[in-house]
């Protein structure tokens, strides 16, 4: 049970390339989270997924893409990339009802720097 | 938007000691969840304790505890009998019961533990 992961675990690309992440988890969660960390601030929204061919967006979203391939998958595309998204990303997930609907469960996250 | 603020960005502590995280965050609901994350410099983030606004009884979890001040909007974190191992960023955390996909972070406090 490997939980939540994340592939590449640190990447560099250069302004404009355009690069994906991936996040997969085997614990069958219904809901999946793509955040964003940088110095100082907390842990910010991008996207999620409440369920298996839906999508939102969250506090963070311009710049990014998401897509969700199926009820493990959860993927964060950068089109475009700017030097401002230049941070750590998070990928989550939660189940959805019974008590532990509440608790997201993080991946190790992806460093990733933009040049 | 509901916010979250942690007024401490570093605290330290002697081993074996205890210390208090403090936390406060704004929202107009009378639902939600609040967390406490710990993520050591492997870049995990990892739950601590969690606290459902709707029990009055402080959560405890073996050596770490919450002092819950529902009118103050306050959730600090104890942790007692402090270990090296402890030695992390800790993240509060604020999830609308009503929407349960956005969850709010604050900046973190860093905790050394002094041998």
């Known amino acids: 049970n490997a939980g939540v992961t994340q592939t590449p675990k640190f990447q560099v690309l250069k302004t404009g390339q355009s690069m994906t992440l991936q996040c997969a988890q085997d614990m069958n969660h219904n809901s999946m989270y793509w955040y964003r960390q940088d110095p100082g601030m907390g842990l910010r929204l991008i996207y999620y997924s409440a369920s298996e061919g839906t999508t939102d967006k969250g506090e963070v979203p311009n710049g990014y893409n998401v897509s969700r391939l199926n009820k493990r998958e959860f993927s964060l595309r950068l089109e475009s990339a700017a030097p401002s998204q230049t941070s750590v990303y998070f990928c989550?997930?939660?189940?959805?009802?019974?008590?532990?609907?509440?608790?997201?469960?993080f991946g190790p996250g992806t460093r990733l720097l933009v040049l | 938007a509901q916010t979250v603020t942690q007024s401490q960005p570093e605290m330290s502590v002697q081993e074996a000691e205890t210390v208090t995280l403090s936390c406060t965050y704004d929202t107009s609901e009378s639902d939600y969840y609040l967390f406490w994350y710990k993520q050591p410099p492997s870049r995990q983030m990892i739950l601590v304790i969690r606290?459902?606004?709707?029990?009055?009884q402080n959560a405890t979890e073996n050596r770490f505890s919450v002092n819950f001040q529902k009118a103050a909007k306050s959730f600090s974190l104890k942790i007692s009998d402090s270990q090296l191992g402890d030695a992390a960023m800790y993240f509060c955390?604020?999830?609308?019961?009503?929407?349960?996909?956005?969850?709010?972070f604050g900046a973190g406090t860093r905790l050394t533990v002094k041998p």
């Open positions: 606290q459902e606004a709707y029990k009055q």
């Open positions: 955390a604020y999830r609308s019961y009503y929407n349960n996909n956005d969850m709010r």
């Open positions: 989550a997930s939660r189940a959805s009802g019974g008590n532990f609907q509440e608790t997201q469960y």
